[in-house]
């Protein structure tokens, strides 16, 4: 018994670090070495973030955009149609890679790395979001792009209608820097709502009134993340629920069950002869 609850209870470190994941997608509008060349395994952003921005031909981008989104989950991408604007990005881009289980550590700030990284490669330093005035850009000059997305919560069904309006605003955006700049590189990451202080939040029943304005894999055919549909963070509490609680009970009920004696004697009356018995 004891066994097996240390066998369940063993499940629930990783349920609980894949239920606080967020995916991370990148993409180029070229072939890149930068994103091709990257581990298929990554655990933590810093990691896979040194990867990319640490890269000793990360400025020769004209733009590089850096998009960062509170309370991001893989199934929120994954619920996205494949037809949507961000999947085909995706799925035409020269090199893509996605991410779907990447823990955030804690003070991580793609805003910040991007404020680093246009002073690093003198690129020209432009931060956008919805509601906020939009920028512009300046064919010839290179920019340092961060967009701050709205924090995504709430039950599914909401969260599929407010991913696609804000798929649809940053669709928008990325296709006026794909307009500006030939040579691009895209980074779309998740963060943990606590720590994202300055996100806005936003309500998930919004209508068109709501805007002013293991583990990687390179993408396949279809939405973003479809080959990910195993791991949600429904299931994974679920599991953490049935092995750390149900299963250890049930076995625990069925071994009591087991140990009681029944209270109808089945030993054979002392003196009985059954042959005696069968020539009576």
Not at 170 to 191: P, Q, R, W
Not at 225 to 230: A, E, S
Not at 242 to 269: E, R, Y
Request: hydrophobic letters at 40%; proline letters at 5%.
């Amino acid at each position: 018994m004891a066994v097996r609850f240390i066998a369940a209870a063993a499940f629930i470190p990783l349920a609980f670090a894949l239920s606080d994941s967020h995916p991370v997608v990148a993409w180029s509008s070229q072939k890149s070495n930068i994103l091709d060349l990257l581990p298929s395994s990554l655990a933590n952003s810093k990691s896979l973030l040194d990867g990319i921005f640490s890269h000793e031909d990360i400025c020769d981008h004209d733009a590089i955009v850096l998009v960062e989104q509170s309370g991001l989950h893989a199934s929120d991408l994954r619920n996205l149609e494949s037809s949507s604007a961000l999947a085909k990005t995706l799925a035409s881009s020269p090199s893509a890679r996605e991410f779907p289980y990447v823990l955030r550590n804690a003070g991580d700030s793609l805003a910040h790395t991007a404020e680093s990284l246009s002073s690093r490669c003198g690129s020209r330093y432009v931060s956008l979001g919805p509601g906020q005035e939009g920028g512009s850009f300046e064919a010839g000059v290179k920019h340092v792009v961060s967009i701050t997305m709205p924090q995504l919560e709430g039950v599914a069904s909401h969260r599929k209608e407010a991913m696609a309006e804000l798929e649809s605003y940053l669709a928008n955006e990325l296709e006026a820097i794909k307009s500006t700049f030939d040579k691009h590189l895209v980074v779309f990451s998740g963060c943990p709502s606590h720590s994202h202080l300055s996100a806005r939040q936003v309500p998930l029943e919004m209508g068109s009134q709501a805007f002013a304005a293991p583990n990687s894999t390179v993408l396949t055919e279809g939405s973003i993340l479809k080959r990910y549909q195993l791991l949600t963070p429904a299931l994974i509490t679920t599991l953490v629920i049935t092995f750390a609680v149900l299963l250890p009970v049930i076995l625990f009920g069925i071994s009591a069950l087991a140990g009681i004696q029944s209270p109808l004697s089945t030993d054979v009356p002392k003196g009985f002869d059954a042959q005696q018995r069968k020539n009576q």
